[in-house]
């Protein structure tokens, strides 16, 4: 008989910034009910990180994205108060459009990227990670430019 073992569940986390607005979701069920949150959820069974990724969109939000960039991966026992759970965070592209709410979100929104500082999980610390990378990539075009040919 092989052993049972007890693994973190895995997830996907959606950091979608156009300008200075990000899309976001307030959750309607527990944990975190009422607190707004990135989009995502836990990877299905038989789906690659990507395909869970656009489909927890769509689900939550109604819009069309797809991942550009790995942002992070975020681990630990306590990250979610159900269970230990692993989840992998991308930034995403996409026409945009008006977000309708669905699946396990309340709401859903473009929101002032300021107001993405008191999230539900560790999202604002994602929301973080994403804009500095942004601003790396950004700082790295500009030099690029500015490099006699």
């Known amino acids: 008989m092989s052993p049972r073992y007890q693994n973190p569940a895995l997830t996907v986390d959606a950091v979608w910034i156009k300008g200075q607005r990000i899309l976001l ?18 990877v299905e069974l038989r789906e690659t990180v990507e395909e869970a990724l656009v489909r927890e969109i769509r689900e939550e939000t109604g819009l069309s994205a797809r991942p550009k960039e790995l942002v992070g991966v975020y681990s630990g026992p306590k990250r ?13 592209t996409g026409r945009g459009g008006t977000p309708r709410p669905g699946d396990d979100a309340g709401e859903a929104a473009w929101r002032d990227l300021g107001e993405a500082r008191e999230l539900a ?20 075009r500009g030099q690029a430019r500015r490099r006699p040919r």
């Open 25 to 42: 979701v307030r959750r309607s069920r527990a944990p975190f009910r009422g607190c707004w949150a990135l989009p995502g959820g836990f």
């Open 80 to 92: 979610d108060p159900r269970k230990p759970s692993t989840s992998v965070v991308f930034l995403v």
């Open 121 to 140: 999980f560790d999202h604002a610390r994602m929301v973080a990670d994403a804009r500095r990378l942004l601003r790396r990539a950004a700082r790295v």
